[in-house]
């Protein structure tokens, strides 16, 4: 069965350092991992995606997440923090099954504050 | 293109109540899913609906159903509420169903429901 794990429930940076948000997988079949972003009061937003191509995927705002499987990894990075980064952001792997892709399985999220 | 809509966006119910909630999908975004947000549990999936049918299911009491209709608008229902049901209930609709083998299609996310229950 294919899980996340999100390292830190609370992550703190100042305004333009780098942002490192931990995530490893577990799969027994070659993962589609997400990273979504989830500000306050708001939906779910996809901020990337792998789907087996490029190992170094970019997403929007800046964040870039690599894949890494030697060390079952997926984690999140930017390189400058900004105050309007603030939200909170969970990584994600889909299921498989017989009949093809099936849910999104959640990490437990991992808060992220940006401090001026 | 509008977004993914959800109606209500709060809703205050008492325990063993049961409630309704309606999600409109992007136009032309035949599946739709359905998922539970709670501080304990995290993002959990309900269940997914694509023509009609309902494909994936989660683990969750038989007291948590769903539907679509032809135009691929989707209800979810939870009956008997308790106050554990309160949480923020989150739909997605994406192209075509994930299953069957195809490429996986991108979940476009609503607002979500958020649920009180007393």
């Known amino acids: 069965a294919q899980s996340v794990t999100q390292l830190g429930s609370h992550v703190s940076v100042s305004e333009g350092a780098l942002v490192l948000l931990r995530c490893n997988y577990s799969s027994s079949v070659p993962p589609y991992l997400f990273w979504y972003v989830q500000y306050p009061n708001q939906g779910l937003q996809l901020l990337l995606k792998?789907?087996?191509?490029?190992?170094l995927v970019k997403g929007i705002n800046g964040f870039e997440a690599e894949f890494k499987k030697s060390e079952t990894s997926f984690h999140l990075t930017k390189p400058s923090a900004h105050m309007s980064d603030a939200a909170e952001y969970f990584c994600a792997v889909i299921t498989y099954s017989s009949g093809g892709y099936n849910k999104l399985i959640f990490g437990a999220g991992t808060r992220l504050a940006v401090h001026p | 293109k509008a977004g993914v809509t959800q109606t209500p966006r709060y809703l205050i119910k008492t325990r063993g109540q049961q409630v309704t909630l309606s999600c409109s999908p992007i136009?032309?975004?035949?599946?739709v899913s359905w998922y539970q947000q709670t501080p304990g549990q995290g993002l959990q999936f309900l269940f997914e609906y694509f023509s009609e049918t309902q494909r994936n299911k989660g683990n969750f009491p038989g007291r948590f159903s769903g539907r679509q209709f032809s135009n691929s608008r989707s209800e979810m229902n939870v009956s008997t509420l308790e106050l554990g049901d309160s949480a923020l209930y989150l739909c997605a609709s994406s192209l075509k169903s994930s299953g069957g083998g195809a490429a996986y299609n991108e979940q476009f996310f609503g607002p979500g429901t958020r649920l009180t229950v007393l």
């Open positions: 136009s032309g975004h035949r599946s």
């Open positions: 792998y789907t087996s191509a490029a190992t």
